[in-house]
């Protein structure tokens, strides 16, 4: 299975900053998404990376707030924008490869706490 | 809508038992793909099994198997010979249809599972 890298794995940020999260695959993927979990929670997916174009964002996230970048087929950035301690969560890169039936599989996460 | 029910927030067992984990999931798709995945501390997601929904045969993993009643719409995971490094967060998930584009992991709430020494 691909080798997924997320960066960083954990940071405490101040309330109304920014910060950017990457995730490098050692392989070509050909679809990339970024979950969100909050404490206690499940996963709950924020939107996929389309290669070349605008992210396609699920019901309760919008661009502003969480903008994704997919420059290539094996690179993705998260941004949280404008941080509140609602955010404080691990987000989590994962990948699917080609072909029809591949599993899906995640970076170690990011654990984030906003002061 | 397309759900995924784990309806046993916590287990405990001790080690070397076997333990089983229940899934129920709903859907009106005929094909799909069915997933456990678990989540030790280090927080990292690690795929456990999967199945594919117009497979009969139960698929198994060494210590991990699941039963999959299509009918039912239930997919339960057995372990057998329960470890300590089995303690983790064990999530259900599914893939709702087998068209490109239109693959988005459903994931149920969780088990939280711990094997006493």
């Known amino acids: 299975s691909a080798v997924i890298s997320q960066k960083p794995s954990r940071d405490i940020c101040q309330r109304g900053t920014s910060l950017t999260i990457q995730c490098q695959v050692d392989?070509?993927?050909?679809?990339m998404f970024w979950y969100r979990q909050q404490p206690g929670q499940s996963l709950t997916l924020i939107a996929t990376?389309?290669?070349?174009?605008?992210?396609?964002?699920e019901s309760g996230f919008v661009i502003d707030k969480f903008p994704i970048s997919r420059p290539n087929l094996t690179f993705s950035t998260l941004t949280v924008s404008n941080m509140s301690p609602e955010d404080s969560s691990i987000y989590l890169c994962?990948?699917?490869?080609?072909?029809?039936?591949?599993?899906?599989?995640f970076g170690d996460g990011t654990r984030l706490s906003i002061l | 809508a397309q759900t995924v029910t784990q309806s046993q927030p916590e287990m405990s067992v001790q080690e070397a038992e076997t333990v089983t984990l229940s899934c129920t999931y709903d859907?009106?798709?005929?094909?799909?793909?069915l997933f456990w995945y678990k989540q030790p501390p280090s927080r990292q997601m690690i795929l456990v099994i999967r199945q594919e929904a117009y497979k009969q045969q139960n698929a198994t993993e060494n210590r991990f198997s699941v039963n999959f009643q299509k009918a039912a719409k239930s997919f339960s995971l057995k372990i057998s010979d329960s470890q300590l490094g089995d303690t983790a967060m064990y999530f259900c998930a599914f893939i709702p249809g087998i068209i490109q584009g239109a693959q988005k992991l459903v994931f149920g709430q969780g088990t939280r599972l711990t094997i006493n020494p």
């Open positions: 990376a389309n290669q070349g174009s605008e992210a396609t964002y």
């Open positions: 392989s070509q993927v050909t679809m």
């Open positions: 859907t009106s798709e005929n094909n799909y793909y």
């Open positions: 994962s990948v699917r490869g080609q072909g029809q039936n591949q599993p899906q599989h």
